[in-house]
């Protein structure tokens, strides 16, 4: 039974054998037909119904034996969704960030069809959301801003979304006026036609994958111009990762590194010689350890730690670059481990994170703190916004390209 689809299962389910069901025609029911009666009436009809919401959201095709992590972002965003409409709660405050993120269009509406019934039943709920369409859908929009980080900060709008689409001092407002997505690009004068160039083969050629047949693909041929910026599309399921990050990009990757073994996932792969490296940016967490901030998975920590280790004040102390790193023993605040806060187990309740009473969030001994570029510490610099930090490094060229971007 767990290798039938939602649909099928549904199908089962709806279609039960009298001889499975409990029998009361025959006469009275027996103590043993009373309880199987119990159990079918609390069970098959929950049963029934969590399938019936997961065919509402779109997921009629997974199986019921599917893994959780071969579910694609927005699978398992609607998969949650549909378990909170079958509790058949009332009352209950339900708040989701970016839902539709990643998601294809036709998702998109059967998300907001979603979010829109577990109002209908007597739910609130709360969206955190850019996408224009599920704005426009919203009972009622609150619209922060005007900018980000230090420009922010404000409820500049808040409202019905035709209300809010009308506010003169809102960013968001004239995208609530679009029925469309409008995309504007300034064309340069020099080309008569856009489009002209934007034909498949290209001076660096073209990478073909053939024959790709990993879960759902169907003996796919991927025809890919290089030196093109090619997007990928296709409703939730449809197989977009599973196509690019689970067999293109790996295939690259062994043709990169000399591996030429035959794959049971596609038949061939050509034109792979154009390409330099595979570089892939998925939806992962940047940062994994405790110590990972945007300065050191972005790359620039490394550089500013040179930079501090050049100073005058340094080369005193016989400081090196290694010595501002979290992880350096002799850097770092030995009471929290270069953390800047600790944890406090609470007995019964959830552990507090606190600010290290020593260094006071700044992650670094006193030592350490002492060494100033331009009266900045590192912990001085840590606190700094991008915008903050494009001024003090103005004059490195590497830094002001990665806080630039």
Do not use: I, K, W
């Given at each position: 039974?767990?290798?039938?689809?939602?649909?099928?299962?549904?199908?089962?389910?709806?279609?039960?054998?009298?001889?499975?069901?409990p029998n009361t025609e025959s006469g009275p029911p027996s103590p043993r037909d009373e309880a199987r009666q119990k159990v079918w009436n609390r069970t098959v009809p929950e049963i029934q119904q969590r399938l019936r919401f997961l065919m509402k959201v779109g997921l009629d095709y997974p199986t019921l034996n599917r893994s959780a992590s071969s579910l694609s972002g927005g699978e398992f965003q609607r998969a949650r969704l549909a378990s909170c409409l079958g509790t058949?709660?009332?009352?209950?405050?339900?708040?989701?960030?970016?839902?539709?993120a990643g998601l294809h269009p036709l998702d998109t509406r059967r998300l907001i069809d979603t979010l829109t019934e577990l109002r209908d039943q007597g739910n609130s709920v709360l969206v955190v959301e850019h996408d224009v369409e599920c704005m426009q859908q919203a009972d009622w929009l609150v619209d922060l801003g005007p900018g980000a980080g230090l420009a922010g900060g404000y409820v500049v709008a808040s409202g019905p979304p035709n209300e809010v689409a009308n506010h003169p001092n809102s960013v968001t407002a004239p995208y609530l006026k679009r029925t469309t997505y409008d995309v504007e690009k300034k064309i340069d004068s020099e080309h008569d036609d856009p489009q002209s160039d934007r034909n498949e083969e290209t001076d660096l050629g073209v990478l073909t994958l053939s024959g790709a047949r990993r879960h759902n693909l169907k003996d796919v041929t991927l025809r890919l111009p290089l030196g093109r910026f090619t997007c990928v599309t296709g409703v939730s399921g449809s197989g977009k990762s599973t196509l690019i990050s689970q067999t293109l990009v790996p295939a690259v990757r062994r043709a990169l590194q000399g591996e030429h073994t035959k794959s049971k996932d596609f038949d061939t792969l050509q034109g792979w010689e154009a390409v330099q490296a595979v570089v892939e940016i998925?939806?992962?967490?940047?940062?994994?350890?405790?110590?990972?901030?945007?300065?050191t998975f972005s790359g620039i920590w490394d550089e500013i730690r040179k930079l501090f280790a050049k100073t005058r004040a340094s080369r005193i102390r016989g400081f090196k670059a290694s010595r501002f790193s979290f992880n350096s023993r002799s850097g770092r605040c030995a009471e929290c481990k270069g953390r800047g806060t600790q944890r406090v187990e609470m007995h019964f309740l959830p552990d507090v994170e606190m600010e290290c009473p020593v260094c006071r969030g700044a992650r670094f001994n006193r030592q350490t703190l002492h060494v100033t570029f331009r009266d900045k510490s590192v912990a001085d610099v840590l606190a700094m916004t991008v915008s903050e930090a494009l001024e003090v490094f103005e004059n490195f060229a590497k830094l002001q390209a990665i806080l630039a971007t």
């Open positions: 039974m767990s290798r039938l689809t939602v649909a099928e299962g549904l199908h089962f389910f709806e279609n039960l054998s009298p001889s499975v069901a058949g709660l009332r009352g209950v405050c339900y708040v989701l960030d970016e839902p539709t998925d939806q992962s967490p940047l940062g994994r350890s405790a110590q990972s901030t945007p300065a």
